[in-house]
């Protein structure tokens, strides 16, 4: 079946979520920015978000987990941000995106064979930011961060559940409730103009 897509600011407590479903034996995938920031520090590149193929070396990692990912056709698989947060990363950035980013997030979009649930966990910050070498940012910055996340999955057709802060376990139950919920009401929406709005914004903005 689809996956389900965890989404918020920087430091939020994605990763603690992902581990707590990964244990309790969910497929999990996992963020392909950081480790392509990883790989490339570890080459000695320091900022390899400035690189000009940045978002198409994320949105590949992506792609090939998220093909892996599909051999759990029967159960709910839960992945670590997207293709719309590789949007939302070059829209923070002021650079452009990619054709095939946008390309990716319309085929996010149709009706068959969808590889992504309209339901999106949007994990909301914490009230701080512990920084990394891969996470160079404020909790300030990290806000505005937030804030463009949200704009560009409502815009491009997905329902955010929140998910606030709070305990651990305590935030995962509730994603659960939320993945039981929305199994037994299963919708099948069109976005397909969401995408073309997408697209529009992209071509005013280069």
């Known amino acids: 079946m689809p996956g389900y897509i965890l989404t918020g600011a920087p430091g939020s407590g994605k990763t603690a979520i992902l581990r707590h479903l990964e244990i309790d034996g969910h497929p999990v ?30 949105l590949d990692l992506q792609r090939k ?3 892996r990912a ?17 949007l939302a990363l070059c829209r923070h950035l002021g650079s452009t995106p990619p054709s095939a980013l946008l390309d990716e997030i319309e085929g996010m979009t149709a009706a068959e064979p969808r590889h992504y649930e309209r339901t999106v966990f949007f994990v909301r910050n914490q009230g701080f930011v ?13 806000l505005v ?14 329902d955010l559940v929140e998910v606030p802060a709070g305990p651990l376990a305590t935030r995962v139950a509730a994603i659960k409730q939320a ?10 929406p069109r976005r397909a103009r969401a995408v073309e709005l997408l697209r529009e914004e992209t071509r005013c903005r280069s």
Not at 70 to 86: G, I
Not at 130 to 142: K, P, Y
């Open 130 to 142: 512990e920084a990394t070498a891969a996470r160079r940012i404020s909790f300030e910055e990290s």
């Open 145 to 158: 961060f937030e804030r463009i996340h949200e704009l560009t999955y409502r815009e491009a057709g997905f």
């Open 179 to 188: 993945v039981d919920a929305d199994i037994r009401n299963h919708r099948r």
């Open 70 to 86: 599909e051999a759990h056709a029967a159960a709910v698989v839960f992945h670590d941000r997207s293709p719309v947060c590789t």
């Open 29 to 58: 995938v996992e963020e392909a920015a950081t480790d392509v920031i990883a790989l490339h520090q570890a080459l000695g590149r320091p900022e390899p978000w400035r690189e000009p193929d940045f978002a198409e070396q994320v």
């Open 65 to 67: 987990r998220r093909r």
